[in-house]
Each structure stands twice: as structure tokens, then as C-alpha cells.
């Protein structure tokens, strides 16, 4: 059985003994809710004008230092999350955890203020699960959370449903992927994005008949070898250090890009970024980002006979 070291930084989460830090003058606060699975936690709370303030946490990792076992683990796996790690960092019920909160200020009319950062200490009251967001109208926690989630949409996109934490995650991701790369823009800091190379159904096909017309040009047992490589291949994504339209940005601070990212942030605001700094930074994310560009991925195999075969019976039905 492996066994692994004892790690100063992860004992010290444990045993920490933080304060769950309130906003000053605070009215009303509501449970700090953590989604199942996944990195966020939400609240809401009203001051005394009855302003709604929306605040999304996400665990700060920055006591995590450089020659600790946990930081060498979370760099060897680069873009994935190290299980151990992500294990011990999810958010569990009756816990106390340091924070990085993004808080959206909702005035009286309607009108969504631009956002506010600030380190902070919470304590984690629920744990919510996916099922329990098809009934949220009757959940006294859950259905204001999601009326504050709605009106902070209305602000930035159409309106949405925010029936289930895949939807919460996918536009909580959107949010504050517009609002760092605003304030990564702004101070001029690195940061490694990433495109989804994303396909068309009639793409996917032609790419699979092209392959398999090739293979039948060369000896059947290099075409099977070639066939097993593509096949171990399920992903495609483009890294770049340059902001592009579609791309966007690792906010997850239990893997070692969202950590990168959110140290680059920390020092930022507390304007203690010297240039030094931000040249080293930088050339980690270029090396990091030449290392996942060779990583090439296509479709896999399942997924190319389904659509063979939603093409071929297309077809038929066409020739009736």
C-alpha cells in the first residue's frame, strides 16, 4: 500500500482556528452553501439600504509552499486535479476554510456593481446536491441564492435555469472568467488560457473517413497501431498565454494552473507583484503551456461509429 507524507500545510488547514468573516454591517446572512463536486461556495447577505450582496469563495491554496509535497504533486499533474489533493480540499459541512471571495454587490433597483476581491475565512454550513436544486422554491436557502444567481445573469448574459450545479458551475466559470481576465488585462499579469478546438458533427465524420481511407492504404498491422494511438486520444484543447475571444482561464485553486493563477492575483493586489516576479511566472506558464500543446487529441472510437452510424441511417431514411 503506498503511504505518503505528512504535510505541514494540510494539518495546518485542519487545525486552523479561523473566524468566519462577516462584511460590516451586515444585515441579513444567509448559510454558506458549498455545490457537491465541485470548487465553489455561495452566500448571500443584505445591509441595511437592503442592497443583495452575491459572494462566491473559492478555497484558497496559497499556504501551499513551493517545497511542499502537495505543490510538487499538484505541478507533476499540471492541468488535472491530484485526487489527494482535491480530496482534502472539497468542501466539507461544518468546516473552516481560508477563501479568496468574489462578492457582487446588487443595488436596490436592480443594477449590478462591478465586483470586489478580498481574502477571507468561512465556514461551510450545507453541502447542496444536484437533486436538491429541482426542488429549490421550497429550499429557504436555496431559493434566494438562486434569485441573486438570476439577477447577476440578467446583468451579464441571457436569462438562465439554474436547475442543476453543472449550469450554476458553467456560468459561475463564465462570470468570473470575464471579471479576471478584466483584472488580468488591467495589471498586465500572465495567465495560461485554453480553447476548446471544438467540431461539428459532419466535421468528426469527414476527419474519420479521411483516417480510414488512409489506413486502408498501408499494411494492416501498422494500420491497427496507428488506430490504437488515435483512439487513446479524447480531448483536444489549444494553450495560450494571450487572451483570445473564446478562451478561457483555470480558476480551480486545487490544480497547479488555478494555484499559479491565483498566487499571480494574491500578489497583485496586495502590490507586492515586482517585475521579477512576473517574468518568472510568466516563463512557468510558457512551459507549461508548450508542454500541453503537444498533447494532440482527436475523437474517440465510440464516439465515431455512433456518428458513422447516425450518418449512414440518415442516408437510408433519405433514399425512402
Known amino acids: 500500500m503506498d503511504t505518503y507524507p505528512e504535510s505541514m500545510e494540510m494539518q495546518m488547514l485542519s487545525d486552523l482556528n479561523l473566524h468566519s468573516y462577516d462584511v460590516q454591517n451586515s444585515f ?8 457537491e463536486g465541485v470548487k465553489y461556495a455561495l452566500n448571500i447577505h443584505y445591509d441595511e439600504d437592503y442592497c443583495l450582496y452575491l459572494r462566491i469563495h473559492l478555497i484558497d491554496t496559497s499556504f501551499i509552499t513551493k517545497d511542499s509535497y502537495w505543490y510538487k504533486e499538484m505541478e507533476r499533474e499540471i492541468q488535472k486535479k491530484d485526487k489527494r489533493v482535491k480530496k482534502l480540499l472539497s468542501f466539507k ?37 444536484n437533486r436538491e ?4 422554491r421550497e429550499d429557504d436557502a436555496l431559493k434566494p441564492l438562486v434569485g441573486a444567481l438570476r439577477q447577476v445573469a440578467n446583468d451579464y448574459t441571457e436569462e ?69 494511438i488515435l483512439h487513446e486520444v479524447k480531448k483536444s484543447y489549444f494553450f495560450t498565454v494571450i487572451s483570445l475571444e473564446d478562451s478561457e ?16 492575483l494574491k500578489l497583485y493586489v496586495e502590490k507586492r507583484l515586482i517585475e521579477n516576479k512576473r ?4 516563463e512557468k506558464l510558457e512551459e507549461i503551456k508548450s508542454t500541453l500543446n503537444q498533447e494532440n487529441t482527436f475523437v474517440g472510437e465510440e464516439k465515431q461509429k455512433q456518428l458513422m452510424k447516425a450518418k449512414e441511417k440518415k442516408e437510408k431514411e433519405s433514399q425512402k
Open 160 to 228: 438562465i435555469e439554474f436547475m442543476s450545479i453543472p449550469t450554476i458551475e458553467a456560468f459561475l466559470d463564465f462570470l468570473l472568467n470575464m471579471e479576471f481576465d478584466r483584472i488580468f488585462e488591467k495589471g498586465c499579469l500572465p495567465s495560461l488560457q485554453y480553447v476548446d478546438a471544438k467540431l461539428t458533427d459532419e466535421d468528426i465524420v469527414d476527419i474519420h473517413g479521411n483516417i480510414c481511407y488512409y489506413l486502408g492504404k498501408i499494411p494492416k498491422i501498422e494500420a491497427y497501431q496507428v488506430w490504437e
Open 279 to 282: 517574468v518568472e511566472y510568466l
Open 249 to 264: 482561464m483555470e480558476l480551480d485553486t486545487r490544480t497547479f494552473i488555478g494555484y499559479t493563477h491565483f498566487m499571480l
Open 133 to 136: 436544486f429541482l426542488t429549490y
Open 28 to 35: 441579513y446572512i444567509q448559510p454558506t452553501l458549498a455545490l
Open 93 to 129: 459541512e461544518g468546516r473552516k476554510y481560508p477563501a479568496f471571495t468574489i462578492q457582487f454587490k446588487i443595488n436596490s433597483n436592480g443594477e449590478v456593481a462591478e465586483p470586489h476581491f478580498y481574502k477571507s475565512s468561512i465556514q461551510i454550513d450545507r453541502v447542496v446536491r
